[in-house]
Antibody
Framework: QITLKESGPTLVKPTQTLTLTCTFSGFSLSTTGVGVGWIRQPPGKALEWLAVIYWNDDTRYSPSLQSRLTLTKDTSKNQVVLTVTNVDPVDTATYYC????????????WGQGALVTVSS | QSALTQPRSVSGSPGQSVTISCTGTSSDVGGYNYVSWYQQHPGKAPKLMIYDVNKWPSGVPDRFSGSKSGNTASLTISGLQAGDEADYYCCSYAGTYLWVFGGGTKLTVL
């Protein structure tokens, strides 16, 4: 059974750094072709793709947010960590992690999401 | 990399069919046959409904179908049911391992 779960702070102050962890089970990020991505959704708004990291450490970021995002993985813990620097209230959103496996071009399993509010 | 364009809302009566469009550019929708569709009920995570324009994941009924023409992809839901009421998002591969989502469409079953 494949599961993913996001965890992290629910409230972050503007200009701070947000760190979110995706803990997954049922697959391994050391398996060729596997990737874990992050997608966020501001309250009442659309989904926005943020980034993805692959088994071989290849990492891709949304061009509009690239300078503020960092993805790392800990294969032994089955975790992926997303860091967002210099947060602003517009970063308030539910953050989802999801799995992608090459050569597929979709995200097949998603976490339940973690709501993060940026406010002073 | 701009969001794909979807109608804000569509509606239909039970048993009817509705179609949701998703318009992009030649750099995303038009350039690849890698459009996927996600269903999202309130407070829930998105669920994959269609991938590679017109393929079904296991467990998704064939009442959901996808197509593409040029830079526009479409999701058609036939035999509408009350449980289909949700938000629907298209997503397209945009090259170099980048993805772009649509703005979302709220489906109301009358």
């Amino acid at each position: 059974q494949i599961t993913l779960k996001e965890s992290g702070p629910t409230l972050v102050k503007p200009t701070q750094t947000l760190t979110l962890t995706c803990t997954f089970s049922g697959f391994s990020l050391s398996t060729t072709g596997v990737g874990v991505g992050w997608i966020r959704q501001p309250p009442g708004k659309a989904l926005e793709w943020l980034a993805v990291i692959y088994w071989n450490d290849d990492t891709r970021y949304s061009p509009s947010l690239q300078s503020r995002l960092t993805l790392t993985k800990d294969t032994s813990k089955n975790q992926v960590v997303l860091t967002v620097t210099n947060v602003d209230p517009v970063d308030t959103a539910t953050y989802y992690c999801a799995r992608r496996t090459t050569p597929n071009y979709y995200f097949d399993f998603w976490g339940q999401g973690a709501l993060v509010t940026v406010s002073s | 990399q701009s969001a794909l364009t979807q109608p804000r809302s569509v509606s239909g009566s039970p048993g009817q069919s509705v179609t949701i469009s998703c318009t992009g550019t030649s750099s995303d929708v038009g350039g690849y046959n890698y459009v996927s569709w996600y269903q999202q009920h309130p407070g829930k995570a998105p669920k994959l409904m269609i991938y590679d324009v017109n393929k079904w994941p296991s467990g998704v009924p064939d009442r959901f179908s996808g197509s593409k023409s040029g830079n526009t992809a479409s999701l058609t839901i036939s035999g509408l049911q009350a449980g289909d009421e949700a938000d629907y998002y298209c997503c397209s591969y945009a090259g170099t391992y980048l993805w772009v989502f649509g703005g979302g469409t709220k489906l109301t079953v009358l």
